[in-house]
């Protein structure tokens, strides 16, 4: 992770070329055995995508039951990533809070699942 200044420069085509969409969670659960505390998130971005599975270390803030429901934006479009024996589909965005620990990203009101960011 890098702090501090920004990265060099990209074109709006290269941005463009990042799928980051929203979705609601359905589904959640501790991710067993998992060299760091992590939860496994089931996400649902509609019928153009459908459901996703995504390992992300959330646990500082978040509980699996906590959050089911919740919308989050992810890159949907990085390749499947093995994480243990579980299969990454998509990475859930956050911003670090000032220990490093994750803050998850959505909207902040209720917007359709799918949706794309622009």
Same mark, same amino acid.
């Given at each position: 992770?890098?702090?501090?200044? &920004?990265?060099? %420069?990209?074109? +709006?085509?290269?941005?463009?070329? @990042?799928?980051?969409? $929203?979705?609601? *969670?359905?589904?959640?659960?501790?991710?067993?055995?998992?060299?760091?505390?992590?939860?496994?998130?089931?996400?649902?971005?509609?019928?153009?995508?459908?459901?996703?599975?995504?390992? &992300?270390?959330? %646990?500082?803030? +978040?509980?699996?039951?906590?959050? @089911?429901?919740?919308? $989050?934006?992810? *890159?949907?479009?990085?390749?499947?990533?093995?994480?243990?024996?579980?299969?990454?589909?998509?990475?859930?965005?956050?911003?670090?809070?000032?220990?490093?620990?994750?803050?998850?990203?959505?909207?902040?009101?209720?917007?359709?699942?799918?949706?794309?960011?622009?």
């Amino acid at each position: 992770m890098q702090s501090g200044a &920004a990265r060099a %420069t990209i074109s +709006y085509d290269d941005f463009e070329r @990042i799928d980051i969409r $929203v979705g609601t *969670v359905i589904e959640a659960r501790p991710f067993e055995g998992a060299r760091k505390p992590a939860v496994q998130l089931w996400v649902d971005f509609g019928p153009e995508i459908g459901v996703r599975k995504s390992s &992300a270390q959330i %646990t500082k803030y +978040y509980t699996p039951q906590g959050v @089911i429901g919740r919308q $989050v934006a992810a *890159v949907v479009n990085f390749p499947p990533r093995q994480i243990g024996k579980f299969m990454s589909e998509v990475l859930v965005l956050g911003f670090p809070d000032g220990d490093g620990s994750v803050v998850m990203i959505g909207p902040d009101q209720k917007v359709p699942n799918g949706g794309k960011l622009f």
